[in-house]
C-alpha cells in the first residue's frame, strides 16, 4: 500500500465541473484536447482568448487532471474495471496499479448524489492482502479530502457527488488529507461516541424493511478505534452483530435485515454500541432502546 503522494494543486478547481474532462484523462488511450478547450474557449479556433474569464477555473483543472495521468503510471496503461454503483448518471471505474490502485468516479448529471460504489478487494492489484483490523483511505486527489474505509467497507464504499463533480480516489494506508466521513464532507470528528435515529422503531421483519442507525466515533489515540454494534435484550445477551471491525473517528449510518423477529419475544431491545482504543486499551459503550414487534 502507498504510503505518500504529493498533494494535487487545488487552487480554484472546486468550481470546476467537467466529468468529461476527468474521464479523459484517467481512463485508457491517448486523451484529446482540442485547441482552446481548455481554457473553456468557444469562439473561432483561429483566434483563441487564452485570457478567458473561464480559464481562471477550468485550467487549473486540466493542469491537475495531467499532473495526475504524468505522475500515475496507472492512468496511461489499458488497465481499467468499471465499478457497479447505486447512482444514476454516475460513472465509476478503478485503474489497478501496484499498492496505489486508483479509483475514479464523475457525475454526468445536476444532481448531488450519495454514492455507493461497490469495489472488490480482488480487482485491486495489492503486494498483500488487506487487514480486516485496520482503516485504509481514499484519498481524494483533486478536492484534498480523505474517505476512510476498511476491507469489509470496499464492497459498498460511500462518498458524495455535487453535480458534474468528479473524484479520482488514490487508496493508500495513510491520510493525505484532512478526514471526511464515508457520508459527510471533511469536518471536526464527533465529541462523544453516541447512538442517534433507529428506523423503524418498532422494528419488525416481516415489514421487509432493514433496521438503520445513525452513530458517531471520536477520535481516540491513534486514526481507528474498534467498534462493535449489536443488538442486545434486557439481560445483555447478544442476539446479533450488526458491525464489528476497526472504523476511523466518525459519523456512519448503518442498515442491517436482523433476524426474523419470530425468533425473538416482542418487547424492549437495545443497540450496544462498544468502542475500543487500541492504543490505551480503553473502551466505551453507549445503548439505545427500539422495540420489537413479532
Known sequence: MTRTASRASSTAISSARNPAAAVLLT???MPMIYAGQEVGWQGRRDKINFSHP?????LPYYQTLIALRNRFPQLRTP???QLANTSSGVYTYLRPGRDANIVCAANFSASAPGVTASIAEQDLDLSSPLDSNRVYFFNDLIDSVAFPVTKHALAAFRFLLAAW???VFLLA???MFPLATAVEDAGAPPERLDIGSIYPNPYSSA???PLSAAWSIPRGSGSAMRVTLTLVDALGRVHHTLVDEARAPGRYGDAATLPSTASLASGTYFLRLL????GTGASEQVLRPFTVLR
Open 27 to 29: 481512463a485508457p488511450g
Open 54 to 58: 473561464a480559464a481562471a477555473t477550468i
Open 79 to 81: 488497465r481499467m474495471k
Open 165 to 167: 463533480q468528479s473524484r
Open 173 to 175: 494506508d495513510t491520510a
Open 207 to 209: 415489514a421487509g424493511i
Open 275 to 278: 468502542a475500543r482504543d487500541p
